[in-house]
C-alpha cells in the first residue's frame, strides 16, 4: 500500500481539474496486468482519503456520499500508483484488487463488448 505526506498531496490535489461540480473521473486499473476495472468518481476529500489511507475512496453521484471501494463486500482497491493524465482532469489508479472490481460481479466493469459485423 502506498500513501503520501501531507505536502505531496496538497501538491498532488493542486494539480486536479476537477468539474464544475467537484468531481474528477477516476480510471481504476489492476497495478499487475493492466486490466481496466473500472471508472469511478472523486471530490477532493475523496481523493484526499485515497491518498493519505491507500484505499480506493470514491464519490457516489447516486448516493451523495463518500464511497471506500469494498467497504461492505469486501472487494478492496488498495492504491499501488496514482497518475494525472496531461489536461488534469482525469485520474488514473493503479490498484490490487481483492475480489471482484463491478457490483454485478463481474471481474471488471468493462464486459459489453461491441463489435460490428
Not at 64 to 86: A, V
Request: charged share 20%; with cysteine.
Amino acid at each position: 500500500m502506498i500513501t503520501y505526506r501531507s505536502d505531496e498531496i496538497n501538491s498532488f490535489i493542486a494539480k486536479v481539474a476537477f468539474s464544475e461540480a467537484g468531481l474528477v473521473p477516476v480510471i481504476a486499473q489492476k497495478h499487475d496486468t493492466n486490466e481496466v476495472l473500472m471508472m469511478a468518481w472523486a471530490n477532493e476529500e475523496s481523493l484526499r482519503l485515497t491518498l493519505q489511507t491507500g484505499q480506493m475512496t470514491y464519490w457516489s453521484r447516486s448516493r451523495q456520499k463518500l464511497w471506500k471501494k469494498g467497504e461492505t463486500s469486501g472487494h478492496l482497491q488498495t492504491l499501488k500508483e496514482i497518475y494525472l493524465d496531461c489536461d488534469g482532469d482525469t485520474i488514473l489508479a493503479k490498484v490490487e484488487q481483492i475480489g471482484v472490481a463491478c457490483h454485478t460481479g463481474s471481474p471488471t466493469c468493462f464486459f459489453n463488448k461491441f463489435s460490428i459485423d
